[in-house]
């Protein structure tokens, strides 16, 4: 093909700079005549970007528009993400993500990603070295079970893990070229995907048990044999399979599961914060969790390890912790509560009354990670108003539809009392002519810190010391003017400085540690700056 090589380059989305290319290197890849005449900087590129972006109405649109542009122009995709943090990242990842995934086998373009089926649990090596990068070092991976708070998507849950390291790279500066999303394709007990013609993956119940098993441990051999240096990061599978898992590959890779430690992180970083608000020790405060699953499972725990960091004993820390599931509170005489479960399982009068165990258990904080929209009433808010001076209220459920309660209800419900953070964002809310800034507890300050700090110091494994540290250093980040303005957590327009510094602390601790795979700089800032990706054309 004549001039081949100038239409390769404009489809390759790591070399492709469209208008950007200056006339030097238009003469010398041919595309003279192929592009305008005006050689336009990144920001003009930005400039159309952002106007095409609003002429769309619908965050799906806008979503299907930007995958577009990262499948044609990495740089300008990334550069436009990074020039306004807290106005793309809800376009990219959550809450129009879970949306996408619904949608993938109508909406898909072009494909990115690798697709694992059982069917092939024999080839997986030879699958992954189809992959066109040799040096992987993280591989967000999902099997669709449990996407956000939607359920089974089956392989649409590739979206997840795309969308995951998109926010690895925009946050935190690690480069593109060294992520690889993936979804392990066993099957999806959603009827409605699997009769519907659009759906690309398995058209079969899932697998379960020892094949499901064998099949992920099939995964993780191959993964870390074609890729030696690899992070594998377990994304939005169900809870007894995300725990499970984890426990046994964590003493084995560098490995960690974003919905368990991640999401643990993030919330104690915000509970860190509350405290320095209400100006009372952290180890005083009293928790009560709606939803007993991994997600809970990973914040009782860090909160426990934070409690003892504090001085407290094992036992009272677990004492100052309470769950409650889809059968009532967790108390020592059911018989139905699963090993991790029964931690948090005290002797008591069991209960099926939320609202009312608020009453008797006076926890200074309630946290939403049930997926159950709607479930902090009215009536549960008010109860902790007549508890607290200050009640905290963490619905961290996701997407926006699955949260407990919007910002306005706990604001309006608490008479502007409540100390708010989500995990889907919310607008700000006037009440008695005060405006309210609700928090938003998003493991983006954590996950994508955490992978520049795993891949500079090239470390062997990640811990859960790692992700209460990170936590301790995100609080450190929210100042006095964000706490005047309601925020518990640092602004998202600042989630690239926050990263890195978080990213330099985490640092330290694997280099203390003895994790790390190369040696101690002198300075460690400035070696993972040295290793940042930076979106701009060379």
């Known amino acids: 093909m004549k001039n081949a090589t100038a239409f390769s380059i404009l489809q390759n989305p790591r070399k492709n700079k469209g208008t950007a290319f200056t006339p030097a290197e238009r003469r010398k890849y041919g595309l003279g005549g192929i592009l305008p005449d005006a050689v336009e900087t990144i920001e003009t590129q930005i400039l159309r970007v952002t106007e095409q972006l609003e002429s769309l109405e619908l965050p799906i649109d806008k979503y299907i528009y930007l995958n577009g542009l990262l499948d044609s122009n990495e740089t ?22 879970g949306e996408a995934c619904e949608r993938l ?70 480069p593109p070229e060294h992520t690889l999303p993936i979804v392990l394709d066993v099957g999806t007990d959603n009827e409605k995907l699997r009769n519907d013609p ?80 209400l100006g009372r020790p952290f180890k005083e405060q009293r928790f009560l969790f709606l939803g007993a699953g991994a997600a809970a499972f990973g914040i009782a725990d860090m909160i426990v390890k934070k409690f003892e960091r504090d001085g407290l004993t094992r036992g009272e820390a677990l004492g100052r912790i309470s769950m409650f599931d889809v059968n009532g509170l967790l108390v020592s005489s059911r018989s ?142 929210v100042t006095e003017e964000n706490f005047a303005r309601g925020l518990i957590y640092p602004p998202v327009k600042d989630i690239r400085e926050v990263s890195v510094s978080v990213a330099v602390t985490i640092a330290e601790a694997i280099f203390r540690s003895g994790l790390a795979g190369v040696k101690r700089p002198k300075d460690v800032r400035r070696f993972i700056e040295k290793k940042m990706y930076r979106p701009a054309y060379r």
Not at 237 to 249: C, D, H, K, S, V
Request: aromatic share 10%.
């Open 76 to 97: 300008l995709f990334y550069r436009t993400i990074t020039s306004d943090p807290a106005k793309f990242l809800p376009l990219v990842y959550t809450p129009t993500v």
């Open 198 to 277: 659009l759906y690309p993956g398995l058209k079969q119940p899932r697998v379960t048990g020892k094949e499901y098993d064998g099949f992920v441990d099939a995964f993780v051999k191959a993964a870390v044999g074609v890729f030696p240096r690899v992070c594998i990061q377990w994304e939005d599978f169900a809870g007894g399979n995300a725990i499970r898992i984890l426990e046994r590959y964590r003493g084995r890779v560098c490995t960690f599961n974003d919905d368990i430690q991640g999401t643990a992180g993030i919330a104690v970083a915000g509970f860190i914060a509350v405290s320095r608000v």
């Open 336 to 477: 139905d509560l699963t090993d991790h479960q029964k931690l948090f399982a005290h002797d008591g009068p069991p209960s099926s009354d939320f609202a009312e165990c608020v009453l008797r258990l006076r926890p200074t904080a309630i946290v939403g990670v049930s997926t159950v929209g709607g479930a902090f009433t009215r009536h549960v808010i008010e109860n902790m108003s007549a508890v607290n001076e200050r009640p905290v209220i963490f619905p961290f459920s996701n997407p926006t539809s699955r949260s407990e309660c919007t910002a306005e209800q706990a604001y309006t419900w608490s008479k502007g009392k409540a100390i708010f953070a989500s995990g889907s964002p919310f607008a700000p809310v006037t009440l008695d002519g005060k405006t309210f800034t609700p928090g938003q507890g998003n493991n983006v300050f954590i996950f994508p810190a955490m992978g520049l700090a795993v891949f500079a110091t090239e470390a062997t494994r990640v811990t859960d010391e790692m992700f209460l540290i990170a936590a301790e250093a995100v609080s450190e980040h």
């Open 105 to 174: 086998g109508h909406i898909a373009r072009r494909p990115r990603g690798l697709f694992l089926s059982i069917r092939n649990k024999k080839h997986i090596a030879k699958l992954l070295r189809n992959w066109p990068i040799e040096d992987v070092r993280f591989i967000v991976v999902t099997d669709g079970q449990r996407i956000l708070g939607l359920g089974d998507l089956g392989i649409g849950g590739i979206g997840i893990s795309i969308g995951k390291l998109t926010l690895y790279t925009s946050c935190a500066g690690v």
